[in-house]
């Protein structure tokens, strides 16, 4: 008899951990710390604030955008593009902050 | 529940319980921290002054500064305050590192204080783990994703509104334990979004130095210098007869008002070029930050003040403000104190809604031991550690070399102890180590309420505060560590 009932119980992947889970932790820090990074490089670059204005101002910032990342980051429905739209958008913010 | 919820739910309850087991002693410490100068009292075991009048605690602390100090190029002097009823004064070449004591405010007398760790230490651990600049990326990692945790906590949790009125203790003990859980993270949710947020500001400074390094070539010291101005000039080697320090601080009290100065720093004393600069006490405001003025010290002239401020950098120091909280007196203290024990406890619901709920699924294998094992003693061993560390200071010889390392090793040991007992004794350590921690603060601050003699009201204060979270853990450890808890 070959029914699905008599086939072996089927195991969970066992790949979820570093296919899904691992991509999404390493973009919530690392994604995170990326886009901080850039969006603060990009106020510093061109708001028309004094040096002191500008440290204290974009310091207050902080945690916004890694909290944004952060929860993203597991709530994307795929990993790649809980991994690529931080990035991308870092590397944008970033790019736009060099150019002046 | 939809995909989104249950990755939020996923996020919100597993990051939760990781980072519970460090953001639950940084809760209870920090929330102890918020005593710093009282348990600094308490642990050094000074005895207590009445108070007195700025001016004769300045004026007993300049003639003791000429006596040991004379040849230092730099003396401070701290007045004494409500919180810290002495003199602390310091001499010595470097402003950061100087030779310190205290003298008792009426006399003015040397006292004799006890080497210790102090309540420094728990600010200290708060903040950084003892680990200095790494300890701050933890801390800083473990704050963002609190914050991260809160908000998703309250997008799992939108009948929010329907639930705050709705504590059901007899429902089932699942269900009531998720209602202290909703119920306490809706009460202290805009206190743990307040004091989560400028705590990872605060720790910005050192995990993102990205405009550190746009503005200022990533060199720190260069920002405090653009906001804060500094009055200084070099000595003149020419001896000349000084204003008595009363006097500086009679013109200062002028600007501030009577009462106003918190401490003076006494620049190249006894020299022509002699400064006194005076600051103005923060505990009054919100913003951490304090105006000064510096007078030429043989004339009385005001040589530089400063008392505005780049709106952006008070702004920055209203959120530290906010989370050291220096204003606002007891009543503030107390509400800190409370409100971050319960957001202690609420992580602390959470976590063990979590494990209850593993248990029943997957049984106790080896790695629920060690998740119950690390989350005991997150929440029963530090409150064991501290109690430690606390006892460690009263028994200790008093003239033991090194003494403060002895404390926090103490610490430390105690922790990792209950660790490892935790990890032992498996279900069985949740009541023994909230028994255990309860009588370790219960007896603590008994004790020394009892063999304390001396009247000191902080002294007395710090006991009794002690003595109290000793019973609330107890009872907790009963009511809620039950074996049919689990």
């Avoid at chain 1, 002191?52 to 890694?66: A, D, H, I, N």
């Avoid at chain 1, 790649?80 to 590397?91: E, G, K, S």
Wanted: glycine share 8%; hydrophobic share 50%.
């Amino acid at each position: 008899m070959n029914t699905p009932a008599s086939l072996p119980p089927r195991r969970r992947p066992r790949t979820t951990w570093a296919v899904d889970l691992l991509p999404r932790i390493l973009a919530a820090s690392l994604g995170g710390y990326a886009l901080c990074w850039s969006l603060i490089s990009l106020l510093c670059a061109w708001l028309p604030l004094s040096k002191p204005s500008l440290w204290f101002f974009t310091g207050q910032l902080v945690p916004l955008p890694f909290v944004g990342v952060l929860l993203w980051a597991f709530a994307a429905s795929r990993a790649w593009q809980a991994v690529a739209y931080p990035l991308a958008l870092a590397a944008t913010l970033q790019t736009l902050a060099v150019l002046r | 529940m939809s995909r989104l919820g249950k990755a939020l739910l996923g996020l919100h309850a597993w990051g939760g319980m990781v980072f519970s087991w460090l953001l639950i002693p940084i809760f209870v410490t920090g929330s102890i921290a918020v005593f710093e100068p009282e348990l600094t009292h308490w642990m050094q075991t000074r005895t207590f002054s009445p108070p007195t009048t700025p001016a004769n605690a300045v004026a007993l602390a300049e003639a003791r500064l000429g006596e040991v100090g004379a040849s230092a190029p730099v003396w401070r002097i701290q007045l004494p305050s409500s919180r810290e009823p002495h003199i602390g004064i310091g001499w010595g070449t470097n402003p950061r590192r100087m030779q310190e004591e205290t003298l008792e405010a009426t006399s003015g007398t040397p006292m004799a204080t006890r080497e210790t760790a102090g309540g420094h230490f728990f600010t200290h651990f708060h903040a950084d783990l003892l680990l200095g600049p790494p300890g701050r990326w933890i801390v800083g990692a473990a704050g963002l994703f609190m914050l991260a945790a809160l908000v998703s906590g309250v997008l799992i949790h939108h009948r929010l509104i329907h639930d705050f009125f709705v504590l059901r203790p007899r429902a089932g003990k699942r269900r009531s334990w998720l209602d202290v859980h909703n119920l306490g993270g809706v009460a202290v949710l805009p206190f743990l979004l307040m004091i989560t947020y400028t705590g990872c500001v605060i720790l910005a400074e050192t995990y993102m130095p990205a405009a550190t390094h746009a503005l200022y070539e990533g060199k720190h010291r260069a920002i405090r210098a653009d906001v804060v101005k500094t009055f200084e000039r070099r000595r003149s080697d020419i001896a000349a007869e000084t204003l008595p320090l009363s006097d500086h601080l009679a013109a200062a009290e002028a600007i501030f008002g009577p009462g106003g100065v918190s401490s003076l720093v006494i620049r190249n004393p006894g020299d022509r070029a002699g400064l006194v600069q005076a600051y103005r006490r923060v505990d009054d405001r919100l913003s951490a930050v304090s105006e000064h003025v510096t007078f030429d010290a043989t004339t009385g002239e005001v040589f530089g003040m400063q008392r505005d401020w780049n709106p952006m950098t008070f702004a920055y120091r209203t959120q530290v403000g906010l989370h050291v909280a220096h204003f606002g007196g007891p009543a503030i203290r107390w509400l800190y104190f409370f409100s971050g024990l319960l957001g202690a406890l609420v992580m602390a619901v959470g976590t063990l809604l979590l494990l209850r709920k593993r248990r029943q699924k997957s049984g106790p294998d080896p790695a629920q031991r060690w998740l119950d094992a690390f989350s005991c003693a997150s929440l029963c061993g530090i409150w064991t550690a501290c109690g430690a560390l606390l006892a460690a200071n009263h028994l200790l010889p008093a003239d033991l070399a090194g003494r403060p390392d002895y404390e926090t090793r103490t610490f430390f040991f105690v922790w990792l102890a209950s660790l490892l007992h935790a990890s032992w004794r498996g279900d069985r350590a949740w009541r023994e180590q909230g028994v255990l921690a309860a009588l370790v603060c219960a007896l603590c601050g008994a004790s020394d309420l009892v063999l304390g003699g001396v009247d000191d009201p902080i002294r007395r204060g710090i006991d009794l505060g002690f003595f109290l979270c000793g019973l609330v853990l107890l009872s907790s450890s009963r009511r809620f560590f039950r074996q049919d808890a689990h």
